[in-house]
T-cell receptor
């Protein structure tokens, strides 16, 4: 079964507007971490934001925030005030809590195109 | 601080040749991961090391692939012999595992491998 599901293959957003990227996950662990990465056209993978399963507050990093809804097993990324440089592919990933398992499971990604 | 450094950035080779990809993790990190990214399969974990010891190589596609980490600052991924279906972007990532670390994996810029 897919551990991370990103249902939006591609999205368009107008510059300066906000965009929400969906991510749902599947785990039976109580302790886990959720990550978002950005991959611009140049190809590198850039870490954006992290949310721990026990974190009570939603994570925020500058214009990025994570809408974490534990009961729904969703961890949506919100990018506020979109900029042209935000055009990229965005990946949601999860690390489950087993102490000796450091693997990340990645979703298929969502391509965001910011229009001027 | 320097991030994860991968070399070469691009590699073009002919089928049957040996290919060696190199990675220098972030200094002080104790875990290293090799991923492969293709359009068809997305991001796949091939193998990861903790304290230079291979922990999980279940993602290594076949015996033609091998990885080593002779010390904390260097790892190689070798494909011998290479085949056209090995064409992909190969990423190396490193993280600090244990304690209070959030275990964020930081990625290198990737090696784009083309096997003709």
């Amino acid at each position: 079964a897919q551990k991370i599901t990103q249902t939006q293959p591609g999205m368009f957003v107008q510059e300066k507007e906000a965009v929400t990227l969906d991510c749902t996950y599947d785990t039976s662990d109580q302790s886990y971490g959720l990550f978002w990465y950005k991959q611009p056209s140049s190809g590198e993978m850039i870490f954006l934001i992290y949310q721990g399963s026990y974190d009570e507050q939603n994570a925020t990093e500058g214009r990025y925030s994570l809408n974490f809804q534990k009961a729904r097993k969703s961890a949506n990324l919100v990018i506020s005030a979109s900029q042209l440089g935000d055009s990229a592919m965005y990946f949601c990933a999860m690390r489950e809590g087993r102490s000796n398992d450091y693997k990340l499971s990645f979703g298929a990604g969502t391509t965001v195109t910011v229009r001027a | 601080d320097a991030g994860v450094i991968q070399s070469p950035r691009h590699e073009v080779t002919e089928m049957g040749q040996e290919v060696t990809l190199r990675c220098k993790p972030i200094s002080g990190h104790n875990s290293l991961f090799w991923y492969r990214q293709t359009m068809m399969r997305g991001l796949e974990l091939l193998i990861y090391f903790n304290n230079n010891v291979p922990i999980d190589d279940s993602g290594m596609p076949e015996d033609r692939f091998s990885a080593k980490m002779p010390n904390a600052s260097f790892s190689t991924l070798k494909i011998q012999p290479s085949e056209p279906r090995d064409s992909a972007v190969y990423f190396c990532a490193s993280s600090l595992e244990g304690g209070l670390a959030k275990n964020i994996q930081y990625f290198g810029a990737g090696t784009r491998l083309s096997v003709l």
